[in-house]
């Protein structure tokens, strides 16, 4: 099972571009790198997925290098809400499901 | 369409008693997971159905846990004998199929608080 490694916090200020690294050293040729978004008091939110390159949404971009052994989620020109915790998971379809969590990076983005 | 719902959204007990949380997915989605989120740490898996069948119970932390999901919709989870490391956030979530690229859709949570 791939772990995930991603820094514990990072500050932003409202405009900034940000970027948060996710490390998973041991991904498998069948795992997904899915990244959700935390509030407080809320349950984890869907942001992005990918599997290899470059993906793109109306919220964020992902990027993912050719040996797909990290991955960086990037949030443009953020603001104020943008204000949670940000978690990587690596996962495929095999039968043994687990889905795993690290501990999430901690985004505060200060006006 | 109405998102995942959970019930109650906060509980209370003491120490030794039986607790029962409800989870309400999505409909249609036939995938269904448990997680447990303590206080500032990242998400627990628990256990995920595929249809009302549990092919992974792994992750429940002992034999006090255990989670039925009947009709393939409704799930509950229960903790019998609580004790008080079992205060946390548990969460459900649901997504259209059991593959891991689904996206799953979570719901607010039950906070437990075991006195």
């Known amino acids: 099972l791939a772990k995930t490694t991603q820094p514990i916090s990072m500050d932003s200020y409202e405009g900034q571009e940000v970027n948060i690294t996710c490390s998973h050293n041991n991904i498998a040729t069948n795992d997904y790198i899915t990244w959700y978004q935390q509030f407080p008091s809320q349950g984890p939110r869907f942001i992005i997925q990918g599997y290899k390159t470059k993906v793109t949404n109306e919220v964020a971009s992902l990027f993912i290098p050719a040996d797909r052994k990290s991955s960086t989620l990037s949030l443009p020109r953020v603001s104020l809400s943008d204000t949670a915790v940000y978690y990587c998971l690596v996962g495929s379809m095999d039968s043994s499901y687990k889905l795993i969590f690290g501990s999430g990076t901690r985004l505060l983005v200060r006006p | 369409g109405a998102g995942v719902s959970q019930s109650p959204s906060n509980k209370v007990t003491e120490k030794g008693k039986d607790v029962e949380l409800r989870c309400d997915p999505i409909?249609?989605?036939?995938?269904l997971y448990w997680y447990r989120q303590s206080l500032g740490q990242g998400l627990e898996f628990l256990i995920y159905?595929?249809?009302?069948?549990?092919?992974?119970k792994s992750g429940l932390p002992s034999d006090r846990f255990s989670a039925e999901r009947t009709g393939g919709s409704v799930s509950t989870l229960t903790i019998q004998r609580t004790q008080q490391e079992d205060s946390a956030v548990y969460l459900c979530?649901?997504?259209?199929?059991?593959?891991?690229?689904?996206?799953?859709?979570f719901g607010p949570g039950t906070r437990l608080t075991v006195l």
């Open positions: 159905f595929q249809g009302n069948s549990a092919p992974d």
């Open positions: 979530a649901s997504s259209l199929s059991e593959g891991r690229t689904d996206t799953q859709y």
């Open positions: 409909s249609g989605h036939t995938a």
